[in-house]
């Protein structure tokens, strides 16, 4: 089961470099 704990290690970066994101765009509208 070490195959789906990568999986959902990876989908947990991608969320937090998701929320980034959206945190800097707002940033930059305002």
Do not use: D, P
Not at 4 to 13: N, P, Q, R
Not at 14 to 26: E, F, G, H
């Amino acid at each position: 089961m070490y195959h789906y704990v990568v999986i959902e290690s990876f989908l947990f970066f991608i969320i937090v470099l998701i929320s980034c994101n959206a945190k800097q765009s707002m940033k930059l509208n305002k």
